[in-house]
Structures are given as C-alpha cells and as structure tokens.
C-alpha cells in the first residue's frame, strides 16, 4: 500500500498508509495464536459452570461414546456423553426423543467445534410422572397388594390366554414361539390397546373377559418396548387392582429388560421380554412331554410287576404254612434230620482224610529237602542265573562303549563345519558393516542434504528457474520449497 501511494505521486494517500502501517504492527504484536485463543475461549466457557438444557434429539452416532444433536425450533448444539455416564441411563436415546440434559461447555481444541458434554439425561416430563408412580407403588405396597403369594405356573399348559395389541410384531412373535416350542398348547387372545389415554380401560376390559372365560391355564399381558410414557398404561391402578384379582396365574411381559411396570409387582410372575414369557409357558415342550410320558408308563409297569411279585409271596407264604401242617411236612423234617447226619458224618471223613493228606505231603517235603538230585537241580539254577547275570554285563558294556565310539565320531565330522560356519558368520558380519558405511543416508546425518528438482532428479544450477519447486532431502525427512533467486560460481 505505501509503495502505491508513492507511485501515485499522492502525499496524503502516502501518510494515511504509513498511519495504517504502524496501527497494523502494534496490532499484529499483540495478537494471540489461534490455539492460545481457542483455549482461552474453552476455559472460560467452562468457567460458567453446568448448564440445564432442554430439548430435541435429531441425530445420534455411538461409538464407543454416544454423539448427538440437541435442537428446539431455532437452534441447535453438538453434544457428547462418554461411555461410562451412558451405559449409566435407565433408558435408550432415540432420535425424536425430547430430554433434559445437564452438561458443561467446551471447544474441541483441534476443529474449534463447541460442543456440550453431557453428565446427565433425563426424558423430559418424566420426573412427575416418575414420583406419581412412586406414589401409587408405595400406596399398593403399604396396602398389601404386593405381598399375596406368587402362584407357580402350572407345567402342563393346554391353554394360555395373550392380553396385547393384535399390531405390531409382538402377538406374531409369541406365537411363533409357542408354535416352535409346543404347538400342543392352545392360544386365546384377548385383544386390547397397549399405549395411550384409552389402554388401561381396555387392558382392564380383557382381563375380566378372560376371568369370566376362565378357560386359560395361564394368562400373559404384556407389550414390546417402547419409550417411558408408552409403558405407563401397565402401571395405572385399576389393570394393577384387577391382575391382583386374577383366577388363575398371570405373567407381566412388558417392554424390553430394564423396564419395569406395576404389573410386574401384582403378577405372580415377570418376564423381561414378551417372547421370554412365551418361551416359560411352553419351556414344557412336546418332547419332554413325551419322555414324561415315557417315564410314567415304565413306572407304572414297574408298579404293576411290583404288585404282582408282593401277591406272588403272598400266595407262596400261604401255600408254606398250609404245607406245614400236613404228613407229608412231618415226613420232610425226619427226611431233612436225616440228609443232615449223612451230611456231618461225610464232612468228618472228609476232613480225617484232608488231614491224613496234609501229613503225607509234609513227610515228602521234608524228604525231597534231603534228596541229592534236588540239590543238584539247584546247584543248576543257581548256575544258570550266575551266567545270565553276567552275559548281560557284557553285553550292556559293549553297547555303552559303542554309544560313546559313535558319540565321538559325530563330533569328529561335526568339528569342521561348525568352524566353517563360524567362519562365514564372520565374514558375513564384515560385508554388513561395508554396506552401513556405504548407506548414503549416513550422510544426511553428517548434516548434509540433498537437493532434488521436480522431476525427482539431482537439482542442477543449469536447469533450475526461479518459481521452481525443489525438494530437499535431509536427516529425518525432506523440505519443500520454491526458488527464489539463484547464484552461480
């Protein structure tokens, strides 16, 4: 700008430059790095402590932490919560869904993209619906309503009775299930609405149809998942009251795993899912029906031939006892008195001739002990082992000194290689250090460098033009720059 005032031969246009000048150089020493005011800028966002935001999801993307949009009708601000505040919520962020959040403001120091990182969440509306329905558990608790006693569910099903809504996939679900695990089991399904202002009403109205059918082993209400509000219905009084009333045993099935309804307290059973509930009333399959039944047949045959054999030694005992008063009883106990005595008496000449026996091979033994061919038999064996002993001495030496004439003659061929080896590891060595001395990266760490031109080739002071773009090789990478002027010899 001075250069132009000058040119344009005018006085004033020159001193309102050179003002400008001087007011542009006090303000560029002054001036701040943009990551020094990013930081600042961050910290003192931070400063202002936490902020209640309320608003609208409209976009999510979970990593391993959960990114997210807050808006309302005229703005909107970048949010974060970390993984360990999310898996720490009682419910699933969803896109639509309206939230109270609390948070702090920072800038990510490297885009300088402000975002609100998020410590706590909850649905919007929910607090006072939360402590009414705090209220109305802690009024049914104190009355006894929770405390009856759980029914079991019974293990033989014929019929089990489905209070939900017919939309959705949920009845379609179950039933999938019940076909799959037990297609023996009828179903009945009582049809009623699972959300809204009308739901209880009609949940209520289904139950006593139900009651008054009273055709159904057991019963299942239930719903899928849904937000806080949408499970609600499944919490009022009345469908509380009239579950606690049921004839028969019932199963609360609503939403998914952490939800959790009055009804789940008045039901003599709860279900984390619908399909779980499906899957406890026909956890009684046909197949093991059929190994039940297996069993109780062989059972009952076991009871039939226990039976059998008990009248058999009844009969038997009458028989042995009308027996036992006849002649031909008595002449049994004088034949029996009789078998006896022949009996004592061939055990004691038996036993006389076993101890006769018994002496005479005594008498042998002792004999034999004296006689000289039983000594030289002997003498033989003793022999005999002596030269076994022996044989097998020889025979062991021989085998070690021939280990050890092998042993030496390995090492004998092994001793030259092994040095030639050795040789060559050395000579090998030599040729490497050869080629680190001739590595012409080692010179760069010297501190020289390396010029190349655009074309990749050695930059040549004949060749080169100024704007040319060049490249500089030197230790720990390479400089781009563009020449300026050139100088020759």
Same mark, same amino acid.
């Given at each position: 700008?001075?250069?132009?005032?000058?040119?344009?031969?005018?006085?004033?246009?020159?001193?309102?430059?050179?003002?400008?000048?001087?007011?542009?150089?006090?303000?560029?020493?002054?001036?701040?790095?943009?990551?020094?005011?990013?930081?600042?800028?961050?910290?003192?966002?931070?400063?202002?402590?936490? #902020?209640?935001?309320?608003?609208?999801?409209?976009?999510?993307?979970?990593?391993?932490?959960?990114?997210?949009?807050?808006?309302?009708?005229? #703005?909107?601000?970048?949010?974060?919560?970390?993984?360990?505040?999310?898996?720490?919520?009682?419910?699933?962020?969803?896109?639509?869904?309206?939230?109270?959040?609390?948070?702090?403001?920072?800038?990510?120091?490297?885009?300088?993209?402000?975002?609100?990182?998020?410590?706590?969440?909850?649905?919007?509306?929910?607090?006072?619906?939360?402590?009414?329905?705090?209220?109305?558990?802690?009024?049914?608790?104190?009355?006894?309503?929770?405390?009856?006693?759980?029914?079991?569910?019974?293990?033989?099903?014929?019929?089990? *009775?489905?209070?939900?809504?017919?939309?959705?996939?949920?009845?379609?679900?179950?039933?999938?299930?019940?076909?799959?695990?037990?297609?023996?089991?009828?179903?009945?399904?009582?049809?009623?609405?699972?959300?809204?202002?009308?739901?209880?009403?009609?949940?209520?109205?289904?139950?006593?149809?139900?009651?008054?059918?009273?055709?159904?082993?057991?019963?299942?209400?239930?719903?899928?998942?849904?937000?806080?509000? =949408?499970?609600?219905?499944?919490?009022?009084?009345?469908?509380?009251?009239?579950?606690?009333?049921?004839?028969?045993?019932?199963?609360?099935?609503?939403?998914?795993?952490?939800?959790?309804?009055?009804?789940?307290?008045?039901? =003599?059973?709860?279900?984390?899912?619908?399909?779980?509930?499906?899957?406890?009333?026909?956890?009684?399959?046909?197949?093991?029906?059929?190994?039940?039944?297996?069993?109780?047949?062989?059972?009952? *045959?076991?009871?039939?031939?226990?039976?059998? =054999?008990?009248?058999?030694?009844?009969?038997?005992?009458?028989?042995?006892?009308?027996?036992?008063?006849?002649?031909?009883?008595?002449?049994?106990?004088?034949?029996?008195?009789?078998?006896?005595?022949?009996?004592?008496?061939?055990?004691?000449?038996?036993?006389?001739? #076993?101890?006769?026996?018994?002496?005479?091979?005594?008498?042998?033994?002792?004999?034999? #002990?004296?006689?000289?061919?039983?000594?030289?038999?002997?003498?033989?064996?003793?022999?005999?082992?002596?030269?076994?002993?022996?044989?097998?001495?020889?025979?062991?030496?021989?085998?070690?000194?021939?280990?050890?004439?092998?042993?030496?003659?390995?090492?004998?061929?092994?001793?030259?290689?092994?040095?030639?080896?050795?040789?060559?590891?050395?000579?090998?060595?030599?040729?490497?250090?050869?080629?680190?001395?001739?590595?012409?990266?080692?010179?760069?760490?010297?501190?020289?460098?390396?010029?190349?031109?655009?074309?990749?080739?050695?930059?040549?002071?004949?060749?080169?033009?100024?704007?040319?773009?060049?490249?500089?090789?030197?230790?720990?990478?390479?400089?781009?720059?563009?020449?300026?002027?050139?100088?020759?010899?």
């Amino acid at each position: 700008m001075i250069m132009d005032a000058f040119l344009n031969n005018s006085l004033e246009n020159f001193s309102k430059s050179v003002a400008s000048s001087i007011s542009f150089s006090s303000l560029e020493a002054s001036a701040m790095s943009v990551s020094r005011f990013v930081s600042v800028t961050n910290n003192a966002l931070q400063n202002f402590g936490q #902020a209640v935001v309320i608003g609208e999801i409209s976009e999510i993307k979970t990593y391993s932490h959960l990114y997210f949009k807050l808006k309302d009708e005229t #703005a909107a601000v970048d949010c974060l919560m970390f993984a360990s505040v999310l898996n720490r919520l009682s419910f699933i962020p969803k896109i639509g869904m309206k939230v109270v959040v609390v948070g702090k403001s920072s800038i990510y120091l490297k885009t300088g993209q402000f975002k609100l990182i998020v410590d706590k969440m909850f649905v919007a509306g929910a607090g006072k619906i939360m402590e009414e329905l705090l209220a109305l558990k802690e009024k049914l608790n104190k009355e006894g309503v929770f405390a009856a006693i759980k029914r079991p569910i019974p293990k033989w099903i014929n019929k089990v *009775g489905i209070i939900t809504s017919k939309e959705g996939h949920v009845l379609h679900d179950m039933l999938t299930v019940l076909n799959k695990r037990n297609p023996g089991i009828e179903v009945v399904v009582y049809p009623c609405q699972v959300q809204g202002a009308e739901a209880p009403v009609t949940i209520v109205n289904a139950l006593n149809t139900a009651f008054s059918d009273n055709v159904c082993d057991v019963l299942i209400v239930g719903r899928g998942g849904g937000s806080f509000e =949408d499970l609600m219905p499944f919490s009022d009084e009345t469908v509380v009251r009239t579950i606690i009333n049921s004839p028969m045993p019932i199963i609360s099935a609503v939403g998914h795993e952490p939800d959790v309804a009055l009804s789940d307290f008045a039901a =003599d059973m709860r279900a984390p899912t619908p399909t779980a509930a499906a899957d406890i009333v026909s956890s009684y399959t046909v197949e093991m029906m059929q190994k039940d039944l297996d069993s109780y047949a062989l059972l009952l *045959g076991d009871l039939i031939y226990k039976k059998i =054999d008990d009248l058999t030694v009844v009969l038997e005992k009458a028989e042995i006892k009308l027996k036992s008063f006849g002649p031909e009883s008595l002449l049994n106990l004088k034949n029996s008195y009789l078998n006896s005595l022949n009996e004592k008496f061939a055990r004691l000449i038996f036993d006389k001739l #076993a101890f006769c026996k018994a002496q005479n091979d005594s008498f042998l033994h002792r004999l034999q #002990a004296h006689d000289p061919k039983f000594k030289l038999n002997s003498l033989d064996l003793a022999v005999n082992e002596f030269e076994k002993r022996i044989e097998f001495t020889i025979n062991d030496n021989i085998a070690k000194t021939a280990k050890r004439i092998d042993n030496l003659l390995l090492l004998m061929e092994r001793a030259p290689f092994h040095q030639d080896m050795i040789d060559a590891d050395k000579k090998i060595e030599t040729l490497k250090e050869k080629l680190i001395s001739l590595n012409p990266l080692l010179v760069l760490k010297r501190g020289y460098s390396v010029t190349l031109d655009k074309k990749g080739s050695c930059a040549n002071i004949n060749t080169l033009k100024i704007n040319d773009e060049i490249k500089t090789l030197v230790a720990g990478g390479q400089v781009l720059s563009v020449v300026t002027g050139i100088e020759k010899d």
